[in-house]
């Protein structure tokens, strides 16, 4: 079983700079696509940053140039860096991660989701 943990959400200020990071353990033989999502209230969850194990990112374009996701892969650690928060990144963060488990023989890729950590941004 693998676990994802997320950390280091709360409340800022509008033009404040949060950073998040997301944790994984457990059981598994490596981690290949982490990913950052968020849901806003009443909104549906949306895919905000993406990272492979060498480093290629994609950012959604309403973050883009705002937030800036990077991973320690001996840490088996994701973080996202957001910078300029506006009211409207308000929203559930969301840790993901696409996981090799099992033996070398017969491994299985899975996706695990964290709970989630809240992000407020107002004055």
């Known amino acids: 079983q693998v676990q994802l943990v997320e950390s280091g959400g709360g409340l800022v200020q509008p033009g404040g700079s949060l950073t998040l990071s997301c944790a994984a353990s457990?059981?598994?033989?490596?981690?290949?696509?982490m990913s950052w999502y968020r849901q806003a209230p009443g909104k549906e969850r949306e895919l905000a940053a993406t990272i492979t194990p060498s480093a290629i990112t994609v950012y959604a374009h309403s973050v883009k140039g705002r937030f800036t996701i990077s991973r320690d892969n001996a840490e088996n650690t994701v973080y996202l860096q957001m910078n300029t928060l506006e009211p409207e990144d308000t929203a559930i963060y969301y840790c993901n991660a696409d996981v090799w488990t099992g033996g070398t023989v017969t491994a299985t890729l899975k996706n695990y989701w964290g709970k989630g950590t809240l992000v407020t941004v107002s004055s």
């Open positions: 457990g059981n598994f033989l490596s981690i290949v696509t």
